[in-house]
């Protein structure tokens, strides 16, 4: 919380392996800055759960969980999963040497129909995020401070479906009786609930709720898949959700998604499905940012959007002069950075004017923010080209990293949220 009680909250993105080590770049900078120890609430999507589970595990002390994690994502967690459809293959081929190609029929109806029993991905990937992250941790094993939302998505109700410390729950499973959650969270197991979290659609196994945790057997059991299906940023449950103990004022979102869409290679119907998918998730995506970031006064809310698809350059200074011309940056923030009411005003005049006398006035506004948020400090440990590079090219998967790739996506992070935050939540920052 802030001096005034105020909470803070911060969202982990989805996307694999990448969100993974994108996050411990935001996490260190809000370390370096002293917010992270005041944060409240941490909302996390797929990769960006697998960050938060282990970080909250280890939060005792932080370049240790650094250090651990960071080595632990050079280690893929496919292995499983791949000796497993490669057995498949060959029990197919076998089948086919002694049977006959005839057999290839039966095969590949038998796969259609049962997918995911006979290649049952999320269980072997469940097995090696317990091995190599959370050697079989519960949910009760998490502190109670900050609050943890592992965010997933129920393929039933086309709702979101959350694990926390001792809780999984969602808006259509509270008992109508006694207003009480229909399952509990109790000794859940963290790998499975990350699992859940990460389960992208068309690739990996849906994940059914155990009947064990159900305390009222008249409701069905939902089938989990990725939670970025339903919000990918993570910043429903700290924004829109019907849980006010979630609600934050201040939020900071760890957004590594990056994805391009692309028509190349769509050549086949699981391809293409994929393709579908993603278009949704980005527009659902677009759409938030919007309602978050730009549809609000931010008066009751404020945010600070560290996005790897974003520039690292000055041009986020001139997006802050955008907000206050569009009145999405309120005075009692633009003021912290010494702008007066007659200054802002001006900026909302003359902000697209191309008179050189307005440029200059543009440009000396400029100066005084980035003298505000220590804009040669920034400069220092702002990434460079190359790691810029590399960053914005790591994949999705859950494929082992490399240490440049890792470096990279941590440096990123480290500037941007830096930059975020000495912008848009400056109030947080001890003087």
Same mark, same amino acid.
């Given at each position: 919380?802030?001096?005034?009680?105020?909470?803070?909250? @911060?969202?982990?993105?989805?996307?694999?392996?990448?969100?993974?080590? +994108?996050?411990? =770049?935001?996490?260190?900078? @809000?370390?370096?800055?002293?917010? #992270?120890?005041?944060?409240?609430?941490?909302?996390?999507?797929?990769?960006?759960?697998?960050?938060?589970?282990? +970080?909250?595990?280890?939060?005792?002390?932080?370049?240790?969980?650094?250090?651990?994690?960071?080595?632990?994502?050079?280690?893929?967690?496919?292995?499983?999963?791949?000796?497993?459809?490669?057995?498949?293959?060959?029990?197919?081929?076998?089948?086919?040497?002694?049977? =006959?190609?005839?057999?290839?029929? @039966?095969?590949?109806?038998?796969?259609?129909?049962?997918?995911?029993?006979?290649?049952?991905?999320?269980?072997?990937?469940?097995?090696?995020?317990?091995?190599?992250?959370?050697?079989?941790?519960?949910?009760?094993? #998490?502190?109670?401070?900050?609050? *943890?939302?592992?965010?997933?998505?129920?393929?039933?109700?086309?709702?979101?479906?959350?694990?926390?410390?001792?809780?999984?729950?969602?808006?259509?499973?509270?008992?109508?009786?006694?207003?009480?959650? *229909?399952?509990?969270?109790? %000794?859940?197991?963290?790998?499975?609930?990350? !699992?859940?979290?990460?389960? $992208?659609?068309?690739?990996?196994?849906?994940?059914?709720?155990?009947?064990? +945790?159900?305390?009222? %057997?008249?409701?069905?059991?939902?089938? @989990?898949?990725?939670?970025?299906? +339903?919000?990918?940023?993570?910043?429903?449950?700290?924004?829109?959700?019907?849980?006010?103990?979630?609600?934050?004022?201040?939020?900071? $979102?760890?957004?590594?998604?990056?994805?391009?869409? /692309?028509?190349?290679?769509?050549?086949? &119907?699981?391809? !293409?499905?994929?393709?579908?998918?993603?278009?949704? !998730?980005?527009?659902?995506?677009?759409?938030?940012?919007?309602?978050?970031?730009?549809?609000?006064?931010?008066?009751?809310?404020?945010?600070?959007?560290?996005?790897? %698809?974003?520039?690292?350059?000055?041009?986020?200074? /001139?997006?802050? #002069?955008?907000?206050?011309?569009?009145?999405?940056?309120?005075?009692?923030?633009?003021?912290?950075?010494?702008?007066?009411?007659?200054?802002?005003? %001006?900026?909302?005049? $003359?902000?697209?004017?191309?008179?050189?006398?307005?440029?200059?006035?543009?440009?000396?506004?400029?100066?005084? &923010?980035?003298?505000?948020?220590?804009?040669?400090?920034?400069?220092?440990?702002?990434?460079?080209?190359?790691?810029?590079?590399?960053?914005?090219?790591?994949?999705?998967?859950?494929?082992?990293?490399?240490?440049?790739?890792?470096?990279?996506? &941590?440096?990123?992070?480290?500037?941007?949220?830096?930059?975020?935050?000495?912008?848009?939540?400056?109030?947080?920052?001890?003087?």
């Amino acid at each position: 919380m802030d001096i005034e009680g105020n909470k803070i909250g @911060l969202a982990l993105s989805g996307g694999g392996y990448r969100a993974a080590a +994108y996050h411990i =770049g935001t996490l260190r900078a @809000l370390h370096k800055l002293k917010i #992270l120890e005041k944060v409240d609430v941490i909302s996390s999507v797929s990769g960006g759960s697998i960050t938060s589970a282990y +970080y909250l595990l280890h939060k005792d002390n932080y370049w240790e969980f650094e250090q651990t994690f960071s080595h632990k994502l050079k280690i893929g967690v496919l292995h499983i999963a791949i000796i497993n459809f490669f057995v498949v293959l060959t029990a197919i081929g076998a089948l086919i040497y002694w049977v =006959g190609w005839w057999s290839l029929s @039966l095969s590949l109806v038998v796969l259609w129909f049962a997918n995911y029993h006979i290649l049952p991905l999320s269980f072997w990937i469940e097995k090696q995020y317990n091995w190599l992250f959370f050697k079989k941790k519960t949910l009760s094993d #998490l502190p109670q401070t900050p609050s *943890v939302v592992i965010n997933t998505t129920d393929v039933a109700k086309g709702r979101s479906f959350r694990f926390s410390r001792n809780r999984a729950w969602g808006y259509d499973y509270v008992n109508r009786d006694d207003r009480q959650d *229909v399952f509990s969270g109790e %000794n859940f197991p963290i790998a499975k609930a990350v !699992m859940a979290s990460s389960c $992208v659609p068309f690739a990996f196994s849906p994940i059914r709720m155990p009947e064990k +945790y159900r305390r009222y %057997n008249h409701y069905k059991c939902p089938l @989990l898949v990725d939670g970025g299906l +339903y919000d990918n940023q993570g910043t429903y449950e700290l924004t829109g959700s019907s849980d006010d103990e979630m609600h934050t004022k201040y939020i900071i $979102v760890s957004n590594a998604g990056n994805t391009e869409l /692309t028509d190349k290679w769509k050549t086949n &119907i699981p391809l !293409m499905l994929a393709l579908t998918s993603n278009i949704l !998730m980005k527009r659902i995506e677009r759409m938030q940012s919007r309602l978050i970031m730009f549809e609000t006064n931010n008066v009751n809310r404020r945010i600070a959007n560290s996005a790897l %698809n974003y520039e690292v350059s000055d041009r986020i200074i /001139t997006g802050f #002069l955008r907000g206050i011309k569009n009145g999405n940056v309120p005075a009692e923030l633009y003021t912290l950075h010494s702008i007066t009411e007659n200054e802002a005003q %001006n900026v909302k005049n $003359v902000f697209s004017s191309n008179n050189l006398e307005d440029k200059e006035f543009i440009n000396s506004i400029i100066s005084k &923010i980035k003298q505000s948020i220590q804009w040669d400090e920034l400069e220092e440990i702002k990434p460079s080209f190359e790691e810029i590079n590399i960053a914005k090219k790591v994949g999705t998967n859950l494929i082992g990293l490399s240490k440049k790739e890792i470096d990279s996506l &941590i440096k990123f992070a480290e500037w941007m949220t830096t930059i975020q935050v000495r912008l848009y939540l400056p109030n947080l920052l001890d003087k």
